[in-house]
Every structure is written in C-alpha cells, then in structure tokens.
C-alpha cells in the first residue's frame, strides 16, 4: 500500500466544515446571476429522484441555494438549451452537458459487459428499431417508442424499454430531459454539441477529471468521499489523487488521510450561513459516513424503510442552519397546508432556525399554514408554533 503523502495544511473538524459548506454553495452569497444552472456547474451532479413530497429532489437541491427560485425556472434551467443531460453518477443525475466526455469509461465499461440486468433477445433489431424512430420523430418517451411495460411488476421491460435503456448505457441516446417524470431520449449526437460528442479520453482522463471535479464540489474530502460521489472505485481514486491538483491536509479528528481543493485554501470561507431544509439526496449530505464526520449528525432516507421501523419518517428533511444540521422534518402537504408530520429539533435555539425554515418552504410550494402534528422534544413544539405565528 502506498504511504499517505505529508499533509500540506493542519485544519480543524470546524474549518474543513465550512469549506464543505462554501464549497457546495451553502455558505456566503448566492450567485443569483448563474442562477439553476450554476449551481449544476458548481455541484457538478444534482440527483434524480421519483419522490415528491415539498417537491423533487433536483428542484429542492437549487432551493437550498438560492432561495424560492421558481420551479419551472428549475425544470427549464436543466432541460432547455442543450445545457445538460441525465446519466449515471452518484446515482441517476442531472450532469451539465460539459461532462459528457468525461462519462466515456462508464460507457466503455457498460459496452463491454454486454448487457444490462435485462436481456435481448434479438439486440441489433430492437436497438434499430430505436434507432429509426429516433431519428425520424425523436425526441421520444418510453411511451411514444411503444411502451415500457410487458404488463408485469415494474421490473417486466418491454424490448424496445430495454433497447433504450441500453442505448442510453453506451452512449448512442441520451436523455435530454424529464417529461411527466417520464425520461425523453434522444441520439446522442443530435442532442450533445458536437465538440463535446466524442469518447476520445482514456479511462484515467475521465476519473482524474471527476476526481478534481468532485473535490472542488466538496471542499475537503477523504479518499472515500471521493469515491462516492461519481461512485468510483477507491483504487480508481487512489490512482488518479497525485494528478488532480488536489492538495493532502490534516483535519482534526478525522484520522485518516485528506484532500482539499487549493481554492478551498487559498479563500477562507466567510459570509452568510443558508437556513434551509435539505432534500435527503442533498449532496451535502448524500454520503452517510461523511455527514457523520463532519455533521455529527446521522443521516437515513427511510422512504423504503417499513413505516413501523422509521426513526424519523417517511422523507425526513435535515435542517441546516448557522452551518450545522439541527433538526429534521418529515413534511406532507395537505391541500394548502404543509403538514410537519415528524419534526426534532437540537436544542431551543434550533427553534426559530426551524420555524423560518418552514415557513420559507412552505411559501415556496404555495401554502399558507405549517402545522406540527409530532415534535420532539414535546417541550419545544409551544416556542415553534409561537416562533411559526411570529414569521407568517
């Protein structure tokens, strides 16, 4: 195993936490002018998600930075002018369209393996009659090609589903936007700019790149942060550290070996705290080991846990506020009402943090009343619902 470099920089658990934070647009003022659009850039991925509870979670992620931004603002800012596609990275996510070459090993790799879990049984004639439709009438839903369904579980493809699907792994369609949460496809080369459509770049190209991208986006990270942000492998990672730029620290407490981005360096972070709820997918908070490290705070998305064994509900919303996660909520809409189903708090001055925080959301989805069913502690719920009338 190779030795960990000498650490350039000692930081504290509380000065790599800020550059987390300033680093994911949290921390200091919103850059309004870049918009939607610049927060994709400087995130570098905004995970997709079929949950819609306040709203989905790559609109909730652009709320957290700058505020009420319309929601149609959002959908159009990721999905008109040719800014962006979907793809496989931290999950299903949205990507600026800059990143397209960058994803070429993963599409080498699917190529390679032949297959997805569901299999062809004539590929070239289903992925032809793709093909051609595309071409002709495309862009195109699952729907418009024919259908995604055999009529089974969820799961039962139907050929042409599953011909698409395996176009868009490799790298011959892309999906160009979300339509009724429906995926739209397109041929790649019709939909990405030409000087980007190409898989000229090695494989140690693409991870170098997504390794700089995804340490700038973090601020300060570890080896296995890195690696699940883009979900790489850590010897892919281990690989390409010494070429990113990125620069080995010390952080307190931490006990183990660090990066940091040198902008995250060079500026020390400084400015306005966000006060918001987090979307679970959040990419602040996505890697449950990292938000531990540096929150203390544990994180689950329980949605698919049974409702008997939740902690904290269905989609429990972390609050951030004066750079801390300090409580969490499990929101519900009810006609024009938001619903805090299950809400915790850390301590009273989490208090009216977490009433403005509701009350901001709730604006922002066209409500005009929160009610708390269930708070914890019970002694906070009076101070939160005085702390609710004050801001409404």
């Known amino acids: 195993m190779t030795a960990a470099p000498e650490p ?6 509380d000065e790599a936490r800020r550059a987390a934070l300033c680093a994911q647009g949290l921390l200091g003022t919103p850059d309004r002018r870049a918009g939607v659009r ?34 149609q603002q959002v959908e159009d800012a990721y999905w008109t002018g040719g800014h962006s596609f979907e793809y496989w990275s931290h999950a299903a996510c949205i990507l600026p369209v800059e990143e397209w070459p ?11 393996k032949g297959h997805r879990w569901h299999r062809l049984e004539d ?49 011959e369609v892309v999906c160009t936007e979300r339509r009724g949460w429906k995926r739209v496809y397109d041929l790649a080369e019709r939909a990405v700019p030409d000087p980007l459509l190409h898989d000229d770049l090695d494989d140690t190209e693409c991870v170098r790149r997504l390794v700089a991208q995804a340490g700038a986006a973090m601020g300060v990270t570890t080896r296995a942060d890195l690696a699940d942000y883009h ?25 183990r070996p660090a990066w940091a981005d040198p902008q995250a360096l060079a500026v020390p972070p400084r400015g306005r705290h966000r006060t918001t709820l ?23 998305l329980e949605a698919y846990v049974p409702r008997t064994k939740r902690l904290h509900g269905y989609f429990a919303m972390p609050l951030l506020t004066g750079g801390r996660l300090r409580g969490r909520v499990d929101p519900a809409r009810e006609g024009t009402t938001l619903v805090a ?14 009433a403005r925080a509701l009350s901001e959301a709730a604006e922002w989805v066209g409500c005009d009343t929160v009610r708390v069913e269930r708070c914890e502690p019970e002694k906070l719920r009076g101070p939160l619902e005085a702390a609710l009338r ?3």
């Open 38 to 71: 610049g927060v994709l850039g400087r995130l570098g991925a905004v995970q997709l998600d079929t949950i819609s509870v306040l709203a989905r979670s790559h609109e909730l992620v652009p709320y957290a930075r700058l505020g009420a931004v319309g929601r």
């Open 102 to 112: 960058h994803f070429a090993f993963r599409r080498r790799a699917r190529r390679a």
């Open 231 to 255: 979900r790489l492998r850590g010897d892919q990672v281990a690989e390409v550290l010494p070429l990113t730029g990125l620069v080995p620290v010390e952080v307190e407490g931490w006990g």
């Open 123 to 171: 590929k070239e004639a289903s992925c032809a009659a793709v093909r051609d439709r595309l071409k002709v009438d495309g862009p195109l839903t699952t729907t418009d090609l024919g259908g995604g369904k055999n009529g089974g579980e969820w799961f039962d493809w139907s050929e042409t589903k599953i011909a698409v699907e395996w176009l868009l792994d490799t790298g």
């Open 8 to 13: 350039e920089a000692s930081l504290s658990a």
């Open 341 to 354: 189903r299950q809400l915790s708090m850390r301590g009273r001055d989490a208090v009216e943090p977490m």
């Open 278 to 300: 987090l979307s679970p997918f959040d990419s602040l908070i996505w890697d449950r080991p990292r938000t531990l490290r540096m929150f203390d705070f544990t994180h689950r």
């Open 390 to 392: 004050a801001v409404s």
